[in-house]
């Protein structure tokens, strides 16, 4: 296993079942790794605010296996920037928003997607927007965590 932090590997934030399930290789290329180091370092920061270890859902994800979960056409995880994670140990994914939302510097896009948490990084130079959302119906984004009745409650 390659260590990228303390806590994360290259395994960790590349491995997808998809990818597996469709024989998708999504090795990155060294640019990548280089972002995916950055990106393990905002999971610390995570992780340490949390004070319990998190999951990560998907992190890295080249432009086949992007295709392949329907991701954005422009998502930081085709950069190795973004990860999507829960951490039950601390609670429900709006919880989690929550607290990083009021507590986490340096990100660019921290999103309540209901059943995980998407942390986003800023491109190489450019200035961390900090923008806090919640995934709305029909894929649109509302300012804020905004949780529903009933969601976010389990994982």
Known sequence: MTRLSEHFTIEELTWSDTGQRLGIDNTPSEIICG???????????????????????????????????????????MLGLAADFICPAFGNPAEVARMLAANLDGFDQLIYEHTWVHLGLAIADEEPRRDVLTLEPGNTYAPGIVARAGAGAGV
């Open 35 to 77: 972002n995916l180091v950055l990106l393990a370092a905002a999971l610390e920061d995570v992780r340490t605010l949390l004070g319990r270890p998190i999951h990560v859902n998907s992190g890295y994800r080249c432009d086949r296996l992007n295709s392949a979960v329907r991701g954005a056409r422009h998502s930081r995880h």
